[in-house]
T-cell receptor, first 115, second 112 residues
Framework: GESVGLHLPTLSVQEGDNSIINCAYS??????FIWYKQESGKGPQFIID?????DKRQGQRVTVLLNKTVKHLSLQIAATQPGDSAVYFC??????????????FGQGTTLQVKP | DADVTQTPRNRITKTGKRIMLECSQT?????MYWYRQDPGLGLRLIYY???????NKGEISDGYSVSRQAQAKFSLSLESAIPNQTALYFC???????????FGSGTRLTVV
């Protein structure tokens, strides 16, 4: 079945360094991708999204890269701060006759920021 | 006020009891979803609704039922709660296909 997976369950970085969280997806028909951040005790919050007609999109301190050839998605966080400590989820949605637009979620990478 | 509101935030209930989790949204979205989150298993879809007259099962619907009372309201019921339904439950909404979801703050349910 269709799946979305993250490469590392936990990532530990030093404050001020850049963080890179990776994600792989299985459905080549996926054409919408999104990253969520979930802090302890809260619901997932939208960070950034990207559609398949793009390979890069930038937000405030975050960049999402999409490589459709290898079905890989990454989230880059610049100058990581303690407030970035959270669980990060990637998700994808596909198109086509069977599309319902439902997001398929990965299991999450826990980002730990060391002071 | 939050865009997606879930009540209650926390609930402890006994095995065999019926319980309802409620969700309301002010986003004006047609699509609403119920997920449960368990450690190591990520977010799993229970039920979803694309409009008031449309209800669909997700990947783990057994033991659950839903009601879409209005565009803004989507409730999840456990007819006879069991301990393995202990989890964090999230409601979400979306504007349509291939749009991001807006999540509520979650309901932490414990079945003893």
């Amino acid at each position: 079945g269709e799946s979305v997976g993250l490469h590392l369950p936990t990532l530990s970085v030093q404050e001020g360094d850049n963080s890179i969280i990776n994600c792989a997806y299985s459905n080549s028909a996926s054409d919408y991708f999104i990253w969520y951040k979930q802090e302890s005790g809260k619901g997932p919050q939208f960070i950034i999204d990207i559609r398949s007609n793009m390979d890069k999109r930038q937000g405030q301190r975050v960049t999402v890269l999409l490589n459709k050839t290898v079905k890989h998605l990454s989230l880059q966080i610049a100058a990581t701060q303690p407030g970035d400590s959270a669980v990060y989820f990637c998700a994808s949605a596909g198109t086509g006759s069977s599309n319902t637009g439902k997001l398929i979620f990965g299991q999450g990478t826990t980002l730990q920021v060391k002071p | 006020d939050a865009d997606v509101t879930q009540t209650p935030r926390n609930r402890i209930t006994k095995t065999g009891k019926r319980i309802m989790l409620e969700c309301s949204q002010t986003k004006g979205h047609d699509r609403m979803y119920w997920y449960r989150q368990d450690p190591g298993l990520g977010l799993r879809l229970i039920y979803y609704s694309f409009d008031v007259k449309d209800i669909n099962k997700g990947e783990i619907s057994d033991g659950y039922s839903v009601s879409r009372q209005a565009q803004a309201k989507f409730s999840l019921s456990l007819e006879s709660a069991i301990p393995n339904q202990t989890a964090l439950y999230f409601c979400a909404t979306s504007a349509g296909a291939n749009y991001g979801y807006t999540f509520g703050s979650g309901t932490r349910l414990t079945v003893v």
